[in-house]
């Protein structure tokens, strides 16, 4: 497998408390790779460790290269859709050129056009992004993140707070991205909308990984109770799951 | 917002800020004719005329432009830096350190004794402030240790200053400090010019150097890394240069407020809200108001040295009341 991102043994502490220990994983091109847990778990952590934004103890294949090409391999979409100036949308998208401070002028602008036309920002590029709604600045920041053309992409809660249809539509947009050759490691807490969406599911509980493998292999009964103290009716179809929380289990 | 627009924008502020050069220079108490002025500056020798231009006129004009554009692009920086469109230039310290190098000087009769003891003494001041406050915010500190190490330290030189002005030997010592601290460009010479135009050059480079990063900051700290930014390097340079900026304005000037929150926010728009470009603008944007200012209190009241910071701060408070009630209405 051709990895783009190899954890082996990563810690994380807060103060004396360990918050991520022990992770090891690997990410390989063409994985869509959805990262599960409940509040608290240390997904944003352990993302966060993994693009260097805090210390983090083992190895990890992306902190062997410099902050400047680590820009290249990795993109990162984090849980704040934060944009402090009114900036037209394209100009955000912009920004994710800086990753490439050598690129010329037309590759920059093809980069540019190809994420605003994969997000369908056409009509909005001129508007101000700060007073785009929710869903339109996710899009945004998202064709953001595509124009860094990083093969790898990592997304913290990416459809938090969109409706369905932009849900779907986020989800095929990173799905695309690893079919082309990239890879996405993305937390997400629609275990539906993850169950059908990627290639393989991480569960994480209190830090640690306590399973990791397909879809079908990770959301078992026993799994859901363990880490979600949730009961749930789960089918599997060909043509994709339906999964359905039913009651909480009394811990 | 393309570069095309925004050369020409640069063009257009550049303009404005020749011809309220050349306009300061023109006017003043000394009534001399436009030929005379011209003829004086370049090619005169010794007569009064050229005495006045250059050496009352041509320092003050200089000056005008330098600490408002040093005023205008700290301004910029720290709104991008704190990404609050509400930061000013004093904010971490710097202005208020720097006031009390020179009030203390005043104080002593240093000042009296020795022309540029109080432009020294301020960037002294300016200097000891931002040794304090990158050790107070840390290398790895968060931009809100930063507005709270900055805090602390203005609460701190100021009451110091009080505490100066308290214990003043005379009425006169008092009133040559609150004088002082009004902020003025009157009687400046070409030394005070000197003083101030190495530190505002390193600022300026400094800004020229590390300004890039601002706009990846646009969307957030943790984007900006990711995007290969050296945040914590970014804002150590950007507080060190705006420390060397506002120290040296308020060394040859005093404290002159709100041209560092006003000028930054009026341009935003018209550079595309983009926090780098927006440096620039706002560097010849705050060289033009203070210019202008400076024209204006010569005009508005010939014979009573009002101060220039007086007129900036009765225009520029109104103006920021507006932008409170404007960001008032956007996020309600």
Redesign the interface.
């Known amino acids: 497998m051709n990895a783009l991102l190899a954890l082996e043994n990563i810690s994380i502490f807060r103060g004396p408390c360990p918050v991520v220990s022990g992770v090891t994983l690997q990410v390989g091109a063409g994985e869509f790779v959805g990262l599960l847990g409940p509040n608290g778990a240390g997904k944003t952590t352990l993302m ?1 460790g993994v ?3 805090v210390p983090a103890s083992g190895r990890n294949s992306l902190m062997e290269h410099t ?2 090409a ?3 391999m ?5 849980q ?1 859709r ?7 949308a394209q ?2 998208v912009a ?2 050129r ?2 490439h401070p050598q690129a010329s002028a037309r590759k920059n602008r093809q980069a540019i056009e190809n994420a605003i036309e994969r997000m369908g920002l056409g009509a909005l590029r001129e508007r ?1 992004a700060t007073q785009l709604s929710g869903g339109e600045k996710a899009r945004v ?1 998202i064709a ?1 993140a595509l124009a ?1 053309e990083a093969p790898l992409l990592i997304a913290d809660e990416p459809t938090a707070g969109l409706d369905p249809a932009a849900q779907i539509a986020v989800m095929d947009v990173f799905r695309a991205h690893a079919g082309e050759g990239g890879a996405v490691l993305a937390s997400l807490h629609d275990l539906g909308l993850a169950a059908r969406h990627c290639t393989r599911l991480v569960l994480l509980l209190k830090g640690q990984i306590v399973a990791n493998g397909t879809p079908q292999e990770v959301l078992t009964e026993e799994n859901l109770a363990r880490v979600f103290h949730l009961r749930a009716h789960v089918e599997w179809h060909a043509s994709g799951v339906i999964f359905q929380p039913l009651s909480v289990i009394d811990a | 917002m393309n570069s095309m627009r925004y050369s020409i924008l640069i063009a257009l502020l550049f303009i404005l800020v020749a011809c309220l050069f050349a306009g300061s220079l023109l006017i003043g108490p000394a009534a001399i004719g436009l030929n005379a002025s011209i003829a004086a500056l370049f090619h005169g020798e010794g007569e009064m005329v050229t005495l006045v231009m250059r050496e009352v006129r041509l320092p003050r004009a200089i000056l005008g432009a330098l600490v408002g554009g040093a005023l205008g692009l700290s301004g910029a920086a720290l709104q991008g830096l704190l990404r609050n469109p509400l930061a000013e230039p004093g904010l971490i310290g710097t202005s208020s350190a720097a006031a009390l190098g020179a009030v203390i000087t005043i104080q002593t009769g240093l000042s009296a004794a020795f022309a540029l003891a109080l432009p020294l003494a301020a960037l002294a001041g300016a200097l000891i402030s931002v040794g304090l406050i990158l050790l107070l915010a840390g290398p790895r500190g968060t931009i809100l240790t930063l507005i709270l190490a900055g805090i602390g330290l203005s609460a701190l030189a100021t009451a110091f200053t009080s505490l100066v002005l308290n214990l003043s030997p005379n009425p006169f010592a008092a009133s040559e400090i609150m004088f002082w601290m009004m902020g003025s460009l009157a009687d400046r010479s070409m030394l005070h010019v000197q003083l101030a135009l190495p530190f505002m050059v390193l600022g300026a480079a400094i800004m020229a150097r590390a300004g890039g990063g601002l706009k990846a900051l646009t969307l957030g700290e943790d984007a900006a890394t990711s995007m290969g930014v050296n945040v914590t390097r970014l804002r150590i340079l950007l507080v060190v240069a705006t420390a060397s900026l506002v120290g040296a304005a308020t060394a040859v000037a005093g404290a002159i407020g709100f041209v560092g929150l006003i000028v930054p926010h009026l341009l935003r728009r018209a550079v595309g809200a983009n926090p780098t470009r927006l440096l620039w603008a706002s560097a010849l944007g705050g060289a033009a108001v203070i210019l202008a200012a400076d024209i204006a209190v010569r005009i508005i009241a010939p014979d009573r040295d009002l101060k220039l910071g007086v007129l900036t701060a009765l225009v520029g408070a109104p103006f920021f009341l507006n932008l409170i009630l404007r960001t008032r209405r956007e996020t309600a």
């Open positions: 966060r693009l260097g934004l902050p400047e680590r820009a290249r990795a993109a990162f979409l984090p704040e934060e944009i402090a100036w009114p900036m037209p100009d955000v920004l994710g800086m990753a101000a920041l953001r860094q």
